[in-house]
């Protein structure tokens, strides 16, 4: 299961966690590797053509997302993050995928950051809702900058992944960490998606991890 961080007003613990594991994600997409629920998102966003959409991947990591669909004939794409690590190994990727002049990339909180954002025809946030304590923010911000599909994975809702989670929670708060994954209500969370005016068109998960894709309905 991977770890999901506490996004706070103070994004320095966060980047820090996550730039040291930057080098082990490069390597596995380097490898050829997406984690399972990548696949999946891949899997629900191509229910509709990729071709000339503007990507905006929200906790982008490494890029291996965004970069898979540019190299499938998305138009561009942009990267947001709170980690100068991830970022850094995602721009190298697309440098040596020579997709550095459709990239661009966004250090930060992307609910502060939305507002000078454009818009984009694909969203994308993989595993990241579990990561921000306001949910609401994010889901309204990320949403009202899509044109077209939203895609997101956040934890199943059943009773061992959820006292897994709570259980991190509560060693975090025990050991005054910097950062704790968020337990929200996954169901609250669709309702809000799709009081949004977009439709499920995709529905998969793991073990661990739901993976949800939506079409905005015109």
């Known amino acids: 299961m991977s770890i999901c961080c506490n996004v706070s007003v103070n994004n320095e613990p966060t980047n820090k966690f996550f730039s040291r594991w930057s080098k082990r994600y490069a390597k596995r997409f380097r490898k050829g590797g997406l984690e399972k629920t990548q696949q999946y998102i891949l899997e629900g966003v191509r229910k509709e053509p990729v071709t000339a959409k503007r990507i905006l991947d929200i906790g982008c990591g490494v890029g291996s997302l965004h970069l898979t669909l540019l190299k499938e004939g998305a138009a561009t794409a942009t990267g947001v993050e709170v980690s100068e690590g991830m970022i850094s190994q995602a721009k190298k990727f697309a440098e040596d995928f020579k997709l550095q002049d459709r990239t661009s990339y966004v250090l930060g909180d992307f609910v502060r950051e939305a507002p000078s954002m454009q818009e984009a025809d694909l969203t994308m946030l993989d595993k990241v809702v579990c990561c921000y304590e306001d949910y609401d923010a994010l889901i309204s911000a990320s949403t009202a900058k899509t044109r077209a599909i939203y895609a997101l994975s ?65």
């Open 154 to 218: 956040h934890p199943r809702q059943n009773i061992l992944v959820e006292s897994v989670f709570k259980l991190q929670i509560f060693f975090a708060k025990l050991f005054r960490s910097a950062f704790h994954p968020f337990w929200h209500d996954w169901t609250a969370i669709h309702r809000l998606i799709v009081a949004k005016n977009f439709e499920l068109i995709y529905s998969n998960s793991t073990i661990a991890w739901q993976v949800l894709v939506y079409r905005r309905i015109h």
